[in-house]
């Protein structure tokens, strides 16, 4: 496995969670998918809006709560 | 016999969600098959699974999960795949399928589809996983795109190449999901023309034959975003685009999800009969994944 993408994917989680004010800069690469119709802070608010449930989360996944 | 084995009959199904067990089970609608989330029936008994046992009696099952996290450079959890081989060796689905995305890290578990990146690196990752999920299941699996709100700015691939790698290098299928293309059109800054041609291009770069199911949904257009929420009927735009796919990949077997304000379950055989015309126009065999 890639260390590299771990560690991109944990940076990511983290600042979904908003631990520790690391927030989108932390995220190697990370950029909105649209610049003109949404930018980062927006992009990151839609994940956040869906991760209520996130902070101390256990390994396993809780059910139901995801878009899909 | 199932009722998916009678001639003639479109293949399409819909997600079956907690609020239509019952009436689905009395009333029995002639539908291809039905699709429920794999974790819901994880546990190893209880009334979900037996109410699951009873309908695979009348219908074929597709599983489809949002928790195996098959971007995830952390790995697969082991438990989570043994719960779903449990389940798979129970129902004997039609499909399994899972989505291009990840969620486990090491000691958290993000309760989303977070998206990965379109990179070797990511593609590595991701195939490693699929082979790891086969091999244990035995049987090919499907592997949906993504409606995704952040993206990477090192991609190495675009999306449909990304699928195509995938789906090569490991004999899995690509669940096209149609409305997750138009909603990240719409995000792009897309108008609703744009969104169609530019998911009609996605389309055009799949491989033909790699595509072996459709999901169809409804979104919400928020003011500086549009959501993938399920909770809606299907959108022109996206029924102009299951137009072009169909043309593309043939009578793939196709699902009406809708899974946020779950309507009355005559609503969601609507959206059925709508997708079965669309199969109708197509003079084309089927394409698809055996």
Known sequence: MSAAELQRQQAFVQAILGAGGAGLASVPGLQPVARDAIDGRQGLQAYRANAKALAGAPSRPPIRACWL | MHRSSQPG????????????????????????????????????????????????????????????????????????????????????????????????????????????????????????????????????????????????????????????????????????????????ALNAGCDDAQAVRQSCDWIDAIRPGSVGEIHLAGHARLEHLVIDDHGSRVCPAVWQVYRHALQRFGRVPSLIEWDTDVPELSVLLDEVALAAECMAELQRPQEALA
């Open chain 2, 9 to 184: 009959r479109a293949p399409v199904g819909i997600g079956w969600r907690q609020p239509h067990y019952a009436q689905l089970r009395e009333q029995s609608p002639a539908l291809a098959f039905l699709e429920v989330h794999s974790e819901n029936f994880f546990a190893q008994g209880g009334a979900a699974l037996q109410v699951l046992q009873g309908a695979r009696a009348d219908y074929p099952i597709s599983l489809h999960g949002v928790g195996l996290s098959l971007g995830s450079a952390a790995g697969i959890d082991p438990w989570h795949l043994d719960q779903l081989a449990g389940l798979v060796e129970r129902i004997e689905p039609m499909q399994v399928s899972d989505h291009a995305s990840f969620a486990r890290v090491p000691e958290l578990h993000a309760n989303d589809l977070l998206p990965v990146a379109f990179t070797r690196a990511g593609l590595g990752v991701m195939a490693d996983n699929v082979q790891q999920v086969q091999e244990r299941l035995r049987r090919p699996m499907l592997v949906e795109n993504l409606s995704a709100y952040l993206g990477f700015a090192d991609a190495e691939l675009s999306e449909p190449e990304f699928f195509n790698a995938l789906t090569l290098s490991t004999g899995c299928g690509l669940l096209l999901d149609v409305n997750n293309l138009v909603v990240n």
